[in-house]
């Protein structure tokens, strides 16, 4: 018989992680930045930049590194994130140094907001769209630029999205952490009906393609601190985001973790789980621990302490 699991702590009916077993918990609390480092296995490796210059360098890198492999007949591309953003501008900056002709590239948006049952518009303030296009895309010079049909961004009807991740190699997903232990936002799910008394099992939440998701209550609070000035009340409660199918599908899961988007509780205990295989959809990011090839970067600056003090 499964063992009873704890309420939430910060959201009643949800789950999150604050339903693990302590022991998980403090063993994730007690390791330092070099413990971080020694997580690495076969697998998942853990890397430690130490400037803020270098971690969004190698951010951006990454989208080159995934382009350079994009061929005729060969199309290949990143899917990417809203958060971090600081290295879309640094992408844009590089192919047009180097002179990078994204005609075989591709590029998957992984979220957008839902309003009333439609995709926000590319002029809403909070847009995904509107942002990969101001900071990145827009900024490419125009005979360098991808063709619009190789810019995927998931809609109402997932169709064409899900399709896409057909049409060409995702070599790299890349994503931030959120406060959740989400990526994209892969929230855990409600507590109830039959996820009452324990969440969905790994394989089973895998199993999830791109689709409408209700967001978890720290999703809502940590998207209105980061992009609404604490306005709750006008970010959406609802997206379109990627799912665990297409993110099996990518060959790498790279995940750039900051304290801005989670605390150094978080960003320990996904790197934890990951390490010691404990998968658990209470903790959407663990469940990568059965994926065949995950980065975590992490800036040393970010990583702080888990120290209960005033």
């Not at 009916?13 to 330092?32: I, K, P, R, V």
């Not at 990011?285 to 970067?297: C, K, N, T």
Request: glycine residues 8%; negative net charge.
């Amino acid at each position: 018989m499964a063992t009873k699991r704890r309420e939430s702590k910060v959201a009643p009916g949800w789950w999150d992680f604050t339903t693990l077993d302590a022991e998980t918990l403090d063993a994730a609390a007690a390791l330092s930045a070099d413990d971080l480092e020694g997580l690495s296995r076969d697998g998942f490796k853990v890397r430690i930049y130490e400037s803020r210059e270098e971690f969004y360098n190698a951010q951006a890198l990454e989208y080159v590194e995934a382009w350079l492999q994009a061929a005729p007949g060969r199309p290949a591309g990143i899917c990417g994130p809203i958060g971090p953003v600081e290295q879309l501008p640094l992408v844009a900056q590089i192919v047009n140094a180097i002179g990078l002709d994204l005609k075989h590239a591709h590029f998957w948006g992984m979220d957008e907001w839902v309003v009333d049952g439609e995709t926000v518009p590319v002029d809403h303030p909070l847009s995904f769209q509107r942002a990969d296009l101001e900071l990145c895309f827009n900024r490419i010079r125009p005979e360098l630029r991808m063709p619009k049909e190789n810019l995927h961004f998931p809609g109402v009807d997932v169709k064409p999205y899900v399709n896409s991740w057909d049409r060409a190699r995702c070599v790299i997903m890349q994503g931030g952490q959120g406060e959740v232990k989400h990526w994209a936002f892969n929230d855990p799910p409600r507590r109830e009906g039959k996820y009452a008394d324990q969440p969905p099992s790994p394989a089973e939440y895998r199993k999830q393609g791109t689709r409408l998701v209700t967001l978890h209550p720290l999703t809502m609070i940590q998207n209105a601190r980061s992009s609404g000035g604490g306005r709750v009340q006008d970010v959406p409660s609802q997206a379109m985001t990627v799912g665990p199918a297409e993110t099996w599908k990518a060959e790498c899961v790279s995940i750039w973790q900051r304290r801005i988007d989670d605390n150094p509780l978080g960003i320990r205990l996904t790197a934890y789980m990951i390490s010691k295989r404990i998968p658990d959809a209470a903790v959407p990011m663990s469940l990568l621990a059965d994926h065949h090839d995950v980065r975590f970067s992490y800036l040393r600056s970010s990583i702080g302490e888990c120290a209960l003090k005033i």
